[in-house]
Nanobody, 115 residues
C-alpha cells in the first residue's frame, strides 16, 4: 500500500507562484506513475501533470509552459512548480500514485489564486 501526503497550497495573487510537494511512503517501489490532479468547485477532477518512473512527463494543455512536475526518487517526493498562476487554477490539488493496478491519492491541498 502507498500513502501520499501532499502539501504546499495556499493563497496567491494572479501571476504568482507556488510549489506543491507530495511525499510517498509504504510500497513506493510499486509506483510507475505519479501525478497531480485538481478539482475546482462544481467541476470534475482533472489531470494536471504526470511523471513516470523513467522521468517522462505529460501536462494538461491548460498548464503547459507554466507548471513543471519533477521528482526526487531518493526522497520519494514529487513536486509541482506552478508559475504565472491564474484565477482559473484555483482548485484542490491532489497527488496521485499509480502502480500494480492500484491508484493512491493524497488528501488534497487547496490552491486559491486571487485576481
Amino acid at each position: 500500500q502507498v500513502q501520499l501526503v501532499d502539501s504546499g497550497g495556499g493563497l496567491v495573487q494572479a501571476g504568482g507562484s507556488l510549489r506543491l510537494s507530495c511525499a510517498a511512503s509504504g510500497s513506493t517501489f510499486s509506483i510507475n506513475v505519479m501525478g497531480w490532479y485538481r478539482q475546482a468547485p462544481g467541476k470534475q477532477r482533472e489531470l494536471v501533470a504526470t511523471i513516470t518512473s523513467g522521468g517522462y512527463t505529460n501536462y494538461a494543455d491548460s498548464v503547459k509552459g507554466r507548471f513543471t512536475i519533477s521528482s526526487v526518487i531518493a526522497k520519494n517526493t514529487v513536486y509541482l512548480q506552478m508559475n504565472s498562476l491564474k484565477s482559473e487554477d484555483t482548485a484542490v490539488y491532489y497527488c496521485s500514485g499509480l502502480g500494480g493496478g492500484l491508484r493512491s491519492w493524497g488528501q488534497g491541498t487547496q490552491v486559491t489564486v486571487s485576481s
